[in-house]
């Protein structure tokens, strides 16, 4: 960002921060919100709930400063707050309720963030917040390495320090941190668990203007729907596949782990156990602030579901007002119509030559061919001999199709269903190949006793025969079922 002038003139006037800082009211108006909000970790508040907590705050506050301190009403001031000009509060609706609900904005956060880096600490610790920045360098510096022999040597670097330090807790020499070290790394934990409530709240803002968006686009669309999706989807994506959408994601799967879970309770108990820890009060909540993390999470993960539920039904009643427009012009031309049923116009109403264009190119067309004439020779015929067997003629096989049909019939008398393997198990081939394929025949085509025919694909059978010479032969087919009929 630039810091010039200008633009810094241009955020005092229009950003909420900075207008939440130049309120009149500004200490009344943080220590509100901070201490109903954001030490809770409340996502939303009904009004009723939240008018209540303001009336009680008000309440004291004219104890204290008088009752000309704050003229407003509590519905006022949380009207006020909400007002597009300022955006302390966010004012929407859930679905199912007539109730009001409200949330701190992003820019509200921030402003209270930064009052509350003003108070003057007594510890100022520097050596982790070191630690983490050379952390942080070995992991980019390592990750994007493309060296397999670098990496390598660094690994074994970290490997003999490991070992090292294993030899020392082996002879006794146990190194811990003193109770600086420990306060210095518990407040820039602090620190972090606080910034990460922060980035939930931004992220969720950053999807709600999506959606914002979104809409406004559907309503003034006048294209294809596909289009619209495509884009719609397209911006989706690319909010998911940011840097921050990213990180979101990865922090989220990092959380979710049960073990990830049980290991960072573990360590937090142990370390709000020590005596040094003990002594800063970081609060009872401190206990569970990685169930904080998950609850602001999956507020994030279901105001999204939310958003995409609702986009879907903005969709869905689009398509609805679309169809009806449809039905409205049919229904206009059918009254139409029968308007003038009765009043025909003179001649022909519609001429169609053809129902489509003959087109002939010209060298489509076939040439000319002169016809031949057959030459008949006059010969005798004369009686001659043939050293063939005629028998064969006389030796086909002709396959009985209703036979086969009445075995089919037979075995659904009695089963609701029956494979080809089965019948041809009770049934054996007596003309081999030639009366399976008739049974595929029977099968594909359609029977008034077989109502309907099953293939299973994934499922392969064999069918054994024996030919004339006593060799036996083998196919293997998918499963094909026979159903009664009404099945």
């Known amino acids: 960002m630039s810091f010039d002038y200008e633009t810094l003139e241009l955020l005092r006037k229009n950003h909420p921060s900075w207008k939440l800082l130049n309120a009149q009211h500004a200490p009344f108006i943080a220590s509100f919100l901070h201490r109903v909000f954001l030490v809770p970790n409340i996502r939303m508040m009904a009004q009723s709930d939240l008018k209540e907590a303001l009336e009680d705050e008000l309440f004291v506050l004219r104890e204290k400063q008088g009752s000309e301190a704050f003229k407003g009403t509590s519905q006022s001031y949380l009207n006020d707050w909400a007002e597009n000009d300022k955006g302390w509060l966010r004012k929407f609706y859930i679905d199912g309720t007539d109730e009001p609900y409200f949330d701190v904005t992003p820019a509200t956060e921030k402003a209270i963030t930064w009052l509350a880096s003003l108070t003057q600490r007594a510890f100022v610790g520097t050596e982790s917040r070191l630690l983490t920045l050379f952390e942080l360098l070995r992991q980019m510096s390592e990750g994007s390495e493309v060296d397999p022999q670098v990496r390598m040597a660094e690994l074994h670097k970290r490997r003999d320090a490991i070992d090292y330090e294993i030899e020392q807790l082996a002879t006794g020499r146990i190194s811990i941190l003193d109770d600086s070290a420990l306060?210095?790394?518990?407040?820039?934990?602090?620190?972090?668990?606080r910034d990460l409530l922060t980035d939930f709240r931004e992220v969720e803002h950053n999807f709600r203007e999506?959606?914002?968006?979104?809409?406004?686009?559907?309503?003034?669309?006048?294209?294809?729907?596909?289009?619209?999706?495509?884009?719609?989807?397209?911006?989706?994506?690319?909010?998911?596949?940011?840097?921050?959408?990213?990180?979101?994601?990865?922090?989220?799967?990092?959380?979710?782990?049960?073990?990830?879970?049980?290991?960072?309770?573990?360590?937090?108990?142990?370390?709000?156990?020590l005596e040094p820890i003990r002594e800063m009060q970081p609060g009872n909540r401190m206990h569970r602030v990685h169930y904080d993390w998950l609850e602001a999470g999956e507020h994030t993960q279901r105001m999204v579901a939310r958003l995409s539920e609702q986009l879907r039904h903005f969709l869905d009643d689009k398509a609805w007002l679309e169809n009806r427009r449809i039905m409205d012009i049919l229904r206009s031309v059918e009254s139409h119509a029968i308007a003038l049923r009765d009043h025909l116009p003179d001649g022909p109403f519609m001429e169609i030559a053809d129902m489509y264009a003959s087109i002939e190119l010209p060298l489509e067309r076939p040439l000319y061919k002169p016809s031949i004439k057959p030459v008949i020779a006059d010969l005798l015929i004369q009686n001659g001999h043939a050293d063939v067997d005629v028998a064969?003629?006389?030796?086909?096989?002709?396959?009985?199709?209703?036979?086969?049909?009445?075995?089919?019939?037979?075995?659904?008398?009695?089963?609701?269903?029956?494979?080809?393997s089965e019948i041809i198990n009770r049934h054996p081939l007596q003309h081999g190949l030639a009366e399976l394929v008739t049974y595929l025949q029977i099968a594909a085509?359609?029977?008034?006793?077989?109502?309907?025919?099953?293939?299973?694909?994934?499922?392969?059978?064999l069918v054994y025969w024996q030919t004339e010479n006593g060799l036996q032969r083998q196919a293997v087919l998918p499963r094909i079922i026979f159903v009664r009929g009404g099945m």
């Open 210 to 273: 999506l959606d914002r968006r979104v809409r406004e686009r559907i309503t003034l669309w006048e294209g294809s729907k596909g289009k619209l999706l495509e884009e719609i989807m397209g911006e989706r994506d690319a909010i998911a596949d940011s840097d921050q959408g990213k990180s979101f994601h990865a922090f989220w799967d990092f959380l979710m782990s049960q073990s990830r879970q049980d290991e960072f309770s573990k360590m937090i108990y142990q370390v709000l156990s």
């Open 183 to 193: 306060k210095d790394r518990f407040q820039q934990f602090l620190q972090l668990a």
């Open 392 to 420: 064969v003629l006389y030796q086909q096989v002709v396959i009985h199709k209703a036979g086969l049909q009445a075995h089919i019939r037979h075995e659904l008398n009695s089963n609701n269903q029956i494979s080809l």
């Open 445 to 461: 085509s359609t029977d008034s006793i077989i109502q309907r025919t099953v293939v299973d694909e994934e499922t392969k059978e």
